[in-house]
């Protein structure tokens, strides 16, 4: 039995979100390749514990609160023998990295995009672990607590656009009054009646800004139980809020700007393939019902979809008006802008690239 931890790190003065690696020691398996941390279960020792270990020994990281991804059991994994692995995440500022990445040569951070490669099926595990925090992060403000108890509207949102998908070409990250409407509005978070500190020599005019915290809800289990709180499917909401049924369609949604071509082809794939569409800050999320994986993003003017790494290269090598993203080391999203739409031929490889992505996701692949 194994444990091997993506570290995802956030680093929001650049916008980046990065995985840690180190360097596998010479002499034992795949030494020399740069790989995630991890290590077997000693006799008597429980999976955190030996999460823990493993990221301190690995990489030196200690005080971090990693949660369970998924067990991985396929029997050829490890050319070692027959190891099952129980895959971890933890989420990170990039700040608290930085003395680790300065003391040790045996390790870096790189692009979740570029950690590819690597052995065992760590490639697998950082695309789960990245999908899961981009879900976390889209429905509730900072589930991972990296900002502490109070923080600003500002950061939080810095926050979240770090972790949120890139945007595609001529769009642009939420405004303040939006992501503003998205987290207060919902109640997800709430002013505090205090306001941050002026920094000594800032020449910043004006008032100083109002510090929030997470509703009792989120903030209570996250930080309190430690423990993540239950998903809440917030794609309609009364307007205390509380969320009501999820959307099969776009007809019921309301508070997205996507635009009507996207809609209509989103539309009638869910005549095919049944799906749940929520509305986020960034972008419409639409999964396959029951699923919890985001199989596209549904943004104003971009559809951006997300196929197995090959499929991806192929359909953007038969399409040039497709963009290709290369989002994690098992999946690469294909954009599809909305003009491209007019054209029936494209619009038909857009709605066959849905299609399996919807059944991609609900096959667990």
């Known amino acids: 039995m194994a444990v091997d931890t993506a570290v995802l790190v956030v680093d929001v003065r650049n916008a980046a979100l990065g ?11 795949h030494g020399g390749e740069w790989a995630l941390p991890g290590t077997f279960l000693h006799e008597g020792e429980t999976l955190a514990d030996a999460v823990l270990r493993s990221l301190a020994e690995k990489v030196g990281l200690r005080g971090t609160r990693p949660q369970q991804l998924h067990v991985f ?15 971890h995440v933890v989420v990170v500022l990039g700040e608290d990295v930085d003395p680790v990445l300065a003391n040790r040569p045996d390790v870096r951070v790189v692009p979740v995009e570029e950690a590819e490669g ?51 070409p001529g769009e642009a990250r939420p405004s303040i009054d939006t992501f503003r409407r998205y987290m207060v509005g919902r109640g997800l978070i709430q002013p505090t009646g205090l306001f941050a500190r002026k920094q000594p020599g800032s020449s910043v005019m004006g008032k100083p800004a109002e510090l929030y915290r ?20 917030r794609s309609r909401a009364d307007r205390s809020g509380n969320a009501t049924e999820p959307a099969r ?10 635009n009507t071509h996207i809609q209509s082809l989103v539309d009638e794939v869910a005549g ?15 999964r396959p019902l029951g699923e919890e994986r985001v199989a596209a993003y549904a943004r104003p003017q971009t559809l951006s979809v997300g196929l197995d790494p090959d499929d991806a290269v192929a359909v953007t090598g038969r399409f040039p008006a497709f963009r290709l993203e290369r989002t994690s080391a098992a999946t690469h999203h294909v954009h599809v802008p909305v003009l491209a739409l007019v054209d029936p031929v494209v619009r038909r490889a857009a709605m066959d690239a849905l299609e399996r992505a919807l059944v991609r996701v609900a096959g667990g692949q």
């Open 19 to 29: 995985v840690l690696q180190h360097e596998r020691p010479d002499g034992g398996a």
């Open 73 to 87: 059991d396929d029997p050829d994994r490890d050319d070692r023998g027959w190891v099952l692995a129980v895959a």
């Open 118 to 168: 690597q052995p065992f099926d760590h490639d697998e595990i950082v695309r789960l672990a990245v999908d899961r925090v981009r879900q976390d992060y889209a429905l509730q403000p900072d589930p991972a607590g990296l900002l502490g108890e109070r923080f600003t509207l500002k950061a939080l949102q810095a926050l979240h656009d770090t972790v949120a998908p890139q945007p595609g």
């Open 214 to 233: 997470r509703s009792a809800d989120e903030r209570d289990l996250t930080d309190v139980l430690g423990v993540r709180p239950v998903r809440k499917d």
């Open 249 to 258: 369609s776009f007809q019921p949604l309301t508070g997205h700007k996507v």
């Open 272 to 286: 095919q393939v049944a799906l749940t569409l929520s509305v986020m800050p960034h972008y419409v999320a639409v």
